[in-house]
């Protein structure tokens, strides 16, 4: 299994430019979410799904749009890149049965906005 | 609404000793979990412990065990014999068991230093 996988890396976008935050995960999971981590705020829900079509806001959703047409991928998109969006992203998923069901996190996207 | 407060910013401990990290949680819920994750500079987000709330034991991973407080909303993590791949930063966690949806809510972190 690959787990959770995030592309790109690292990305640097111009002020009001679009760009699409790529995730995937091959286990299965019903639920995936997308975090940003800014320093001293921990990690922020921006968008989850709880399934393929549903999808949902979290705590800090303006200026991200996300859908979700099959179980494996969650993309996440910045329609006007803004300097405030420059953070760490994380894409996650876990199943959403039973107790013991961990979340799996993918390496990070590091994006700058200029 | 549930939050978790982690009040301490830094920590800085010795090679081979013991340090324990706190966290605080509020929540009106009785069914719960806590986590805590370790992120070193790698960026990656790594479970180290889980405390399901209904379970009065502590929870226990090798050097890692937790101080499960429920009527204090206090969950602390102890790590034993203080090795240098501990330094990271540590990332205390709420999720409600009472929804198959629910959200995971993080602290803003504790950075630790290891000393050698």
């Known amino acids: 299994n690959a787990g959770v996988t995030q592309t790109p890396k690292f990305q640097v976008l111009k002020t009001g430019q679009s760009m699409t935050l790529q995730c995937a995960q091959d286990?299965?999971?019903?639920?995936m979410s997308w975090y940003r981590q800014d320093p001293g705020m921990g990690l922020r829900l921006i968008h989850y799904?709880?399934?393929?079509?549903?999808?949902d806001q979290g705590e800090v959703p303006n200026g991200y749009n996300v859908s979700r047409s099959t179980t494996e991928d969650f993309p996440l998109r910045l329609l006007s890149a803004a300097p405030s969006q420059t953070s760490v992203y994380f894409c996650?998923?876990?199943?959403?049965?039973?107790?013991?069901?961990?979340?799996?996190f993918g390496p990070g996207t590091r994006l700058t906005v200029l | 609404a549930q939050t978790v407060t982690q009040s301490q910013p830094e920590m800085s401990v010795q090679e081979a000793e013991t340090v324990t990290l706190s966290c605080t949680y509020d929540?009106?819920?009785?069914?719960?979990?806590l986590f805590w994750y370790k992120q070193p500079p790698s960026r990656q987000m790594i479970l180290v412990i889980r405390?399901?709330?209904?379970?009065?034991q502590n929870a226990t991973e090798n050097r890692f065990s937790v101080n499960f407080q429920k009527a204090a909303k206090s969950f602390s993590l102890k790590i034993s014999d203080s090795q240098l791949g501990d330094a990271a930063m540590y990332f205390c966690?709420?999720?409600?068991?009472?929804?198959?949806?629910?959200?995971?809510?993080f602290g803003s972190g504790t950075r630790l230093s290891i000393r050698p």
């Open positions: 996650a998923s876990r199943f959403t049965r039973g107790h013991h069901n961990e979340q799996f």
């Open positions: 286990m299965n999971h019903e639920y």
């Open positions: 799904s709880v399934g393929a079509g549903i999808t």
């Open positions: 929540t009106s819920e009785s069914d719960y979990y």
């Open positions: 405390q399901e709330a209904y379970k009065q």
């Open positions: 966690a709420y999720r409600s068991a009472e929804s198959s949806a629910s959200k995971i809510i």
